[in-house]
């Protein structure tokens, strides 16, 4: 019942408000996620998953609400490095980190991530937009764990490039289709591992080791298929994801490939 | 010409974070050279004949004089199986442990020796075997390492000590090619010893090979005769088996008989 309720609520408010609302779906100020464009000066977007403000013209610097609640600060920049027309192209890099220690503090780890983006879009006439590049995103963690039979260090790395196509189509005034699918063109892994071991009472091991899975090319991909409605301040995105789901922000897709909600909620102004 | 050095500059960080965090290179000891011993076992060179039996059989007697002497296979055998439940207590701990243990790598196992007066409880005044082994994905390397410090063994009636204080005693072992982890202690091991041996107190320098399955028991020795390289086969130190370049010989005491299919030799 209730799975009837809400896309029916939602197609109704959104009947109610195309009939008032002034359209964002427009040259000054256009979609930001997925494409090379950037917040204008001063403009803000406070959302469910992140906050972000225009510095300057170019210039964007925001921060994903939900690492924050896993005690993982973040921040990314984006900068909207060339304009000409209908052209436009930007690169974006952020960092995640994260410290952790367990309530005995016999283990303790570390992660960072740093992704980059580099995206250019192109104008076509008043309704399309398309929007290409490619994102790269480096994370490494360390960890320190012990127990009776066991002391050691470990650390990891991944690293992975992925090429995404992105297309927006304006509906209306106010809402617009958004399709974009991303495809994990390479990722890199290790992981390597120091410690000692005591399997006996007669017996200690040193042990030293690596994992390596060297190149996985083209195994992952996704596609996200969404409405994005644009209110006077309000937007709303709604959709699915298909494939390998692409963690936001991170880039990083997951291994099993399932369908996924793919739902924002922001305001601008 | 700006967007090009901007495309540069994208290329540039991309290619930077697709090469980022280049695993740090793994420093793996290198094993010692054990191919002409092995070769010895492997593919023995001597043609077994009327003569080279007669040989083989002179030399047999210190040669098992020497194996019920040291008395090892148990010793080495604890040690190659103390290197197996390393690798299970490291995989049951969880996944940070287990990519240590997987992979590419090396571990290297110090086991307190056993002593000789029956002690319920490990004592490090009994010295120690310490034994390096690499490993990869596709399992053990197949050669093991180390050395005998002081290492206790044998009985209250005949204590043993290997590596006896100022003589430097190496051991290695042959564990077999793309032996796996769960294999170690179930196939023949080859152990090489050169050191020192202090047996009821008398020291004696050691000079030793001899290869021991700690499954079925047997035990394989090279002997070096004028036609070559033969290996025989001892069940409870009697000679069962000659393997030699002219075939694979067994051997009957009471009959004083080695046959293969095709020739039989007599002593």
Known sequence: MSSRVLPASLACLSLTWCAHAYSFHNDKQRATDDTAYTEPAGGWRIGLWKTQVGLWDRWTIGTYSLPWLLQTPNLYLKWRCWQQGAFAASMSLGAFATSRQDSAQRSAATLSVVPFEALASYQLGPRWSLTSGFSATSAKATGQFSDNALLGTASAAASNAQWMLGAEYRLTRVSALVAVTRVELVRRFWAKGDGELHPDDYTTVEFHGAMTRKTERGKRSSLVLAWHGSWENLNLRLGLSFGNYDVPGVHYMLDEKRVMPDVDVFYRF | ?267
């Open chain 2, 1 to 267: 010409m700006v967007l090009k050095s901007h495309h540069n500059a994208s290329l540039a960080l991309l290619l930077c974070f697709g090469c980022a965090e280049e695993m740090p290179a793994m420093d793996k000891p290198a094993a010692p050279d054990l191919s002409p011993i092995v070769k010895r076992y492997e593919a023995p060179d001597g043609q077994l004949t009327d003569s080279s039996l007669a040989e083989l059989r002179d030399a047999l007697g210190p040669v098992v004089g020497q194996l019920q002497e040291t008395d090892l296979a148990n010793l080495v055998t604890e040690a190659v199986t103390a290197l197996a439940s390393a690798r299970g207590a490291s995989t049951s701990g969880g996944s940070s442990q287990n990519a240590a243990i997987e992979g590419t790598g090396w571990l290297r196992a110090t086991r307190i020796c056993p002593g000789s007066e029956g002690k319920s409880q490990p004592d490090p005044a009994d010295g120690s075997l310490q034994l390096t082994v690499g490993f990869t994905d596709a399992g053990v390397d197949p050669v093991a390492w180390g050395q005998a410090n002081q290492c206790r063994y044998g009985s209250a009636k005949k204590p043993l000590e290997l590596g006896p204080l100022h003589h430097d005693t190496r051991i290695n072992l042959w564990l077999g090619a793309a032996t796996r982890w769960a294999e170690l202690g179930q196939r023949p091991i080859l152990v090489v010893v050169d050191g020192a041996l202090t047996s009821q107190g008398k020291l004696e320098s050691l000079e030793l090979d001899f290869q021991f399955d700690p499954v079925t028991l047997v035990w394989s020795v090279a002997v070096g005769t004028r036609q070559g390289w033969m290996v025989v086969e001892l069940e409870a130190f009697e000679l069962v088996r000659i393997r030699a370049k002219n075939g694979r010989f067994y051997c009957s005491t009471a009959e004083r008989r080695c046959s293969s299919a095709q020739e039989s030799f007599t002593w």
